[in-house]
């Protein structure tokens, strides 16, 4: 297919960035510093003032990330992990995999964890509440650390999706005990591969994610207790420090954009579409998507496919439908129904004013809008 706006464009990414990161490549591996070196101190040290954590330990994906801090946190069989099932396998599976049981909570009208349920879903076995930051946008930590706090449970947050968002000037990622970034390519901040990242502000938890990550290894001899291997590459980390320091302006720009799609689609009949970048001064949504939803869902997406326009449906089957995890006993009326009726429009730095135009314009053209 010959797409004239791609979902994620990674040529041009390259393409634009090629300058500034070859010397970045050739002189981190023409010094041989792969593992564990100084570019992933910079790199750590940098994603915690960025963020205003006091911690940040680099880890091969979100996913190691969360399965470091199951293991930290010891969760195991009879515990109890509350989460959303609108997100991404990896939020549950580390927590499962280590014998949790999860609850899912449903999620409100901007597709994130409904907290005003989360009371109800919590019992003395709760120990691990999971909001999930998506698409660049804050779930509402205040009533997630109320309900925690009041359970005794650790709030750790899925920020896979919301590096860069706030709330009242605070980071999504700094409100409980510790949280997940991912670097997957397509992510705000992209790695050339996998890549994640754990916060904390707690310095014991940050020393035992660091030994969890490299084996238990303290020091090049000393073992301190079992361990994986989760490291983040020093390569990786190179790179993500030189992309890092460009993320504000590509936050500005996806914000832009976001403006772009509100201006042009707001009043489109039968299309429901994200809360504008500018509609609420107290948050600062990131847009790592730009979701939109319509009852003709299926139709729409043929339509912009053949005006040439790629697009994503992240998750069509809800997770709790999803056949051998075993959570189908779960009713989630409003995550079942978004998975009928959501697909994400192009959205990345790279994209143009042009392509957001046509792509309006084509969604406009579909409802006779
Ligand atoms: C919400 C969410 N959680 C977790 C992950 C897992 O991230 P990773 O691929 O870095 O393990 C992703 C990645 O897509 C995600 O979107």
């Not at 504008?276 to 001064?281: A, F, K, V």
């Given at each position: 297919m010959d797409w004239r706006v791609r979902f994620v464009d990674y040529p041009e990414q390259w393409q634009r960035q090629r300058p500034e990161l070859l010397p970045i490549i050739e002189d981190t591996i023409a010094r041989g510093d792969?593992?564990?070196?100084q570019q992933l101190r910079d790199f750590e040290e940098h994603l915690a003032r960025f963020t205003g954590s006091a911690r940040a330990v680099g880890v091969s994906n979100c996913t190691d990330g969360l399965r470091l801090l199951a293991h930290a946190l010891d969760v195991g069989p009879g515990d109890e992990v509350v989460t959303v099932?609108?997100?991404?396998?990896a939020t549950i599976s580390p927590f499962v995999l280590r014998g949790a049981t999860p609850v899912l909570v449903d999620i409100g009208d901007d597709h994130l964890?409904?907290?005003?349920?989360l009371a109800e879903r919590?019992?003395?076995?709760?120990r691990v509440i999971i909001p999930v930051h998506l698409n660049g946008r804050t779930v509402d930590m205040a009533e997630v650390t109320k309900v925690a706090d009041h359970a005794g449970a650790v709030v750790v947050e899925d920020a896979a999706q919301a590096l860069g968002a706030t709330v009242d000037g605070q980071?999504?990622?700094?409100?409980?005990l510790a949280s997940t970034y991912s670097?997957?390519?397509?992510?705000?901040?992209?790695?050339?591969?996998d890549a994640g990242a754990v916060l904390t502000g707690d310095e014991e938890l940050a020393e035992r994610l660091m030994r969890l990550r490299d084996h238990?290894?303290?020091?090049?001899?000393?073992?301190d207790g079992w361990g994986y291997n989760c490291r983040l590459d020093n390569l990786q980390a190179a790179i993500l420090d030189w992309r890092l320091a460009q993320l504000p302006g590509w936050i500005e720009r996806r914000r832009h954009l976001a403006r772009m799609y509100d201006e042009r689609l707001?009043?489109?009949?039968g299309l429901e579409i994200p809360v504008?970048?500018?509609?609420?001064?107290r948050r600062r949504d990131v847009f790592q998507n730009y979701p939109v939803t319509t009852d003709a869902r299926d139709r729409l997406v043929e339509h912009l496919n053949a005006d040439g326009v790629e697009v994503l449906i992240?998750?069509?089957?809800?997770l709790h439908h999803q056949?051998?995890?075993?959570?189908?006993?779960?009713?989630l009326p409003r995550t079942e129904a978004l998975c009928r009726r959501v697909l994400s429009l192009p959205m990345h730095p790279e994209l143009e004013d042009w392509q957001v135009e046509h792509v309006s314009d084509s969604v406009r053209r579909f409802f006779g809008a």
């Open positions: 792969l593992m564990l070196r099932a609108h997100t991404f396998i964890m409904d907290t005003g349920q919590v019992t003395d076995r709760t980071t999504a990622g700094t409100f409980g670097f997957y390519p397509a992510k705000l901040l992209g790695a050339l591969g238990g290894r303290v020091g090049k001899a000393e073992i707001h009043d489109v009949p504008g970048p500018d509609s609420d001064s992240s998750w069509p089957v809800p056949r051998g995890l075993d959570l189908s006993h779960w009713s």
